[in-house]
């Protein structure tokens, strides 16, 4: 339940004793430090890690709001971008932490957008055998998606995120007017991970947001729409913490999306672009093989289309099944996708490998 409290909302990810809330606000960065304080009472010093983008814009914001808590800040910084999301970084990180003087009741921050929560959240489970860690998300796609949850990881060379660990947070301070300082691509990029929440369960917020006309009503429907994208995912993490079964349902136009951002190389495509790609493609192939309501595809692309996102009709299918083959949820020889019945409502479709070639989409 998504409970309101003036301009800021909170809901409960109940995991047991590895439960935590998300707290979703404007002005919710400069009240992280006495949050903190209260939540983690015997935690003295705070490692930030952030990238080169953002802690310029809000690292001394935070370590100021952490100060006046009576913390003890320092802030570590890696060059932005998935390239940097890898085992070199991660071991330069964990070394800085342990020169910083971390110790196992301290605690970690991770300030920025889905590539530092994944490897702030990374490090945090591997220090120490495990710190606290909160995640302060800065990007839409972090703060509907990535920051909730609790897997992180870093990428090898074979592929992405095949380093990794469920490690959930013991927080998630979500500051929506973050977002006012976002390149339009990168918030484009996160309304690709909105519209599969409405794709695969809320035809409500798939329609609100295709009436979003511009990027400013987009910004200022965002606490509406980061709530009901973070409800949707809480419900799911509650219910299969460790992505054994419905949790797959999350991944919906990732498989492929990952093979684009993989094949390519990360600088080309963004997430948010890989896994739109991804939508459209296992949509149309899905429709087409009469499995997906007549007119999903379209309605797909429409939306793809208002935010500025790619549809990959001309991408090379056949490099990208090789990709495919070794992406983490291919087992033996077959692999799950994520199909969609109409627009807000998923299924899970186990595939021998031979017949995956007829999902990833028809010219």
Request: hydrophobic share 45%; proline share 3%.
């Amino acid at each position: 339940m998504i409970k309101f409290d003036g301009p800021t909302s909170s809901l409960r990810v109940e995991l047991g004793e590895r439960s935590y809330d998300i707290y979703i606000g404007g002005g919710l960065l400069d009240e992280a430090g006495a949050a903190t304080a209260r939540l983690l009472p015997k935690t003295k010093k705070v490692c930030i890690i952030s990238d080169s983008n953002v802690a310029p814009l809000y690292g001394e914001r935070l370590q100021k709001s952490l100060k006046a808590a009576g913390l003890v800040p320092f802030l570590l910084t890696f060059k932005a971008g998935e390239e940097s999301k890898n085992l070199n970084v991660l071991g330069k990180l964990l070394e800085a932490m342990a020169q910083g003087g971390l110790t196992r009741s301290d605690a970690l921050i991770a300030l920025g957008g889905g590539v530092t929560g994944d490897l702030g959240g990374f490090a945090a489970a591997c220090y120490m055998r495990g710190i606290s860690f909160i995640q302060v998300p800065t990007s839409l796609l972090a703060q509907i998606d990535s920051s909730v949850g609790g897997k992180v990881a870093v990428d090898l060379a074979a592929g992405k995120n095949l380093a990794g660990a469920f490690y959930q947070p013991k927080a998630v301070f979500i500051d929506t007017e973050l977002l006012s300082t976002l390149p339009r691509r990168f918030l484009h990029d996160g309304c690709a991970e909105a519209v599969k929440y409405g794709c695969i369960e809320d035809a409500e917020l798939f329609a609100r947001l295709n009436a979003c006309a511009d990027e400013a009503a987009l910004l200022e429907a965002a606490p509406e729409i980061v709530a009901a994208c973070c409800a949707i995912k809480a419900r799911i993490v509650e219910q299969d913490e460790k992505d054994t079964g419905l949790r797959a349902v999350l991944n919906f136009g990732h498989t492929l999306g990952h093979a684009v951002e993989q094949h390519y190389g990360y600088g080309t495509y963004t997430h948010g672009e890989g896994v739109a790609i991804g939508m459209y493609q296992i949509t149309k192939g899905s429709e087409a093989l009469g499995l997906t309501a007549p007119g999903t595809a379209a309605a797909v692309k429409e939306i793809l289309l208002r935010y500025r996102l790619p549809l990959g009709d001309d991408i090379d299918k056949k490099a990208l099944l090789a990709v495919m083959a070794k992406d983490k949820k291919k087992q033996g020889d077959s692999i799950t996708l994520v199909l969609l019945k109409r627009i807000g409502e998923a299924v899970l479709k186990r595939l021998p490998w031979q017949e995956v070639p007829a999902y990833i989409g028809r010219s």
